[in-house]
C-alpha cells in the first residue's frame, strides 16, 4: 500500500524554525516527486515546494523562497522541509502528495491522488 505520513509540525514563534518530515512507503521513492501544499482555515490550498526525487531539483513558491527547502533521504525514503524565518502567515496545515509529473506541474495539485494526513504548523506573532 502506497503511504505518506508528516510528521514535525507544531506551535512555534515568528522568526522560528520547524522541520517537517514525509515519510513514504509502498513505491519506488526515486521514481516519484514530491510535492509540499498547505492550507490555512477558509483559503485554498496552495503549493509550498517540490522535490524531484531523480535528480533532488527542487522547486519553491514566490513566498517561501529563500525562507524554506526541500530535501530528500534517499536511504530512508523520506523528503523533509525545512521552513526558517517563520510568518503567522506560514500558519496552516501541510501536506505532502506524491507527484508523478516530476515537479513538471507544481504548484497544481487537482491531478494529485496519494495525500498525506497532514500536519498542522502554528506560527504565533
Known amino acids: 500500500e502506497m503511504q505518506l505520513v508528516e510528521s514535525g509540525g507544531g506551535l512555534v514563534q515568528a522568526g522560528g524554525s520547524l522541520r517537517l518530515s514525509c515519510a513514504t512507503s509502498?513505491?519506488?521513492?526515486?521514481?516519484?516527486?514530491i510535492g509540499w501544499f498547505r492550507q490555512a482555515p477558509g483559503k485554498e490550498r496552495e503549493g509550498v515546494g517540490c522535490i524531484s526525487n531523480s535528480d533532488d531539483s527542487t522547486y519553491y513558491a514566490h513566498s517561501v523562497k529563500g525562507r524554506f527547502s526541500i530535501s530528500s533521504d534517499h536511504a530512508k525514503n523520506t523528503v523533509f522541509l525545512q521552513m526558517n524565518s517563520l510568518k503567522a502567515e506560514d500558519t496552516a496545515r501541510y501536506y505532502c502528495?506524491?507527484?508523478?509529473?516530476?515537479?513538471?506541474?507544481?504548484?497544481?495539485?487537482?491531478?494529485?491522488?496519494?495525500w498525506g494526513q497532514g500536519t498542522l504548523v502554528t506560527v504565533s506573532s
Open positions: 502528495a506524491q507527484d508523478p509529473s516530476n515537479c513538471r506541474a507544481f504548484p497544481r495539485d487537482k491531478y494529485l491522488e496519494l
Open positions: 509502498g513505491f519506488t521513492f526515486d521514481d516519484y516527486a
